[in-house]
């Protein structure tokens, strides 16, 4: 009877390794198997839009520096089922920028992963421009009996540039 049941607990431990390991990751292109909602997280993966460029408004709070005008931006990347949104921060009194910082946010549809992999500062010249770098992961997955399985992942870097007069660009 012991016997019996270490066999079978040796022979399903066996099997599921097998197919843990016949599972590994694949280029969305040599993937025909994958579903219509993997192949869609993957192509809205690819796109980053940039908004438009955001006065912040201060309800009426004015402070010593008036001139200083707050702008925010937001580089979003993916769809629903899986996005990444990387903002910027800024303020400006138009001969040069005072203050930025950087912030990331995600989220995603099971079993359909989002890492964020921070944002940083990168450069600057405090007269004129910030250069920030968000770092995102995007990948597509499936269910099973262990839990979400990565199909496709790919890793994303975004620089987004902001200036003294309120514009901002990403490359």
Known sequence: MKLSRITTKVASGALALSLL?????VLASDAPSLTANQLEVIEAANNAVLSEVQTVNNDGVYSLAASNIPYTVKLTRGSFLAWSDAVVDWTSNGNQITSSS????SGYVFPNIVRKGGITKQSSSAASYHIYLSKTTIGAGVVSPWGDVTVYESDFSDYIKVNKDGTATNY
């Open 21 to 25: 390991l016949s599972v590994s990751p």
């Open 102 to 105: 950087g912030s990331q946010d």
